[in-house]
């Protein structure tokens, strides 16, 4: 992904500096070894690409033992899901699963559970928009809760596809 120099410092992918913000990037695997600047301005594209806007989770205080609720919609005062995505930006989901068919391409999402490594044990759920490989009409996925919204001012799925941000490499 990056290269490395003689004296094994690492070099962004994208504009090709070195330094110490130089350094992989992304929850499941590498998605490339980017600067916090590249990393910050492509996590940035493919979220508002993505439709993957919503304000981060609040974690909660571990001494707090008060009922939990779920985050509701500014818009509809709906619940929703908030989930970190792979490039470390959060989407709001809906509280529902729907047959991919009746769901656009654009708001389709699953949730990835992470098990720490060399361990079944789960630390953590990313969401992943479904894209290469398109699930079959029954299969449940999880929409975006913008497609769902009842408010008047939401984003609505629109006819046309949205440009694909250019590859990092």
Known sequence: ????????????????????????????????????????????????????????????????????????????????????????RWVGLAMTELPAKDVPERFRWRLIKIPAPRSLVIIDVVAVRVRAIDPLPGELVIPAHHMLCADKSAERPSTKKPAIPRHPL
């Open 1 to 88: 992904m990056g290269a490395t120099g003689e004296r094994g410092e690492r070099f962004c992918g994208r504009c090709g500096k070195s330094g110490p913000t130089v350094h992989s990037r992304g929850r499941i695997d590498l998605i490339a070894e980017l600067c916090d600047t590249c990393w910050n301005r492509l996590a940035n594209q493919i979220a508002q690409h993505e439709g993957a806007t919503a304000a981060p989770r609040l974690e909660p205080d571990p001494d707090d033992v008060t009922f939990l609720e779920p985050p509701r919609c500014t818009l509809c005062d709906a619940d929703i899901r908030v989930y970190p995505t792979v490039y470390d």
